[in-house]
Each structure stands twice: as structure tokens, then as C-alpha cells.
């Protein structure tokens, strides 16, 4: 399956379809490498460095295997995608800039962590 992403700034736009993220997984193990994490992503339209990519990766690896299992590429990807529409409010010229005071960046981690909740 083909999907064709376009992008504004460092962030996606809103796709008609993504592929299934095991279409990633070239070994077929049933989890997912960081490169292969990192290489879907990018797939999705997201422009992450890799430190971030590493943060983001490693902290979504809930029992420490080195790799994601598919619902914790899911929920990484989930909450990646809710932090991105959060930011997006913000970032009100599309650039990847968002100037915020510290109360509406309060509310947007509390907001978030309600949602996990």
C-alpha cells in the first residue's frame, strides 16, 4: 500500500489512510526496531530528530525490550498524534513555532495526562 504524505512545517497533514504500522517491520517479529519506528513515522509525515525520536521511542518501550510491540507503537503513535493537534492550536502559522505562556502550557500537559488516565 502506497500513501502519499504531504507536510506543513514539521508536522503532518491529516492523511486519508496510513498503512498498517507492521508493514514496517521487515523481519516480520511481530515488534518494531526503533529504525523501523523512526522510518513509519517519517512515513506518516512526522519530521522528528532522532534524539526526540529516541526520547519519544524509549519511553513508549514499557518493558524494556528495545523494541515496540504493536500496542506500544499504537499508543505512541496515538498520543504523538493528540500532542500534535495539541501543539497545532498554538502554532497558529503552520511553522513548527508556537509561542505559549507557562498556564497554557500547564493545561496541556494536564490535558494530556487526563486522557492517558
Known sequence: M???????GAFP???????PP???NSLCSGSISFNEAYKALSNFGYRLSEPIMQLMFYSYDA????ALGFDEFVQMNS???SMTNM?????TNGTGVATINYEQFLS???????SDE
Open 2 to 8: 502506497t500513501t502519499t504524505t504531504r507536510t506543513r
Open 13 to 19: 497533514l491529516p492523511l486519508l489512510s496510513l498503512p
Open 22 to 24: 507492521y508493514t514496517h
Open 63 to 66: 518493558d524494556r525490550t528495545g
Open 79 to 81: 498520543e504523538l498524534s
Open 87 to 91: 501543539f497545532r492550536k498554538y502554532d
Open 108 to 114: 496541556m500537559v494536564l490535558t494530556l495526562k487526563a
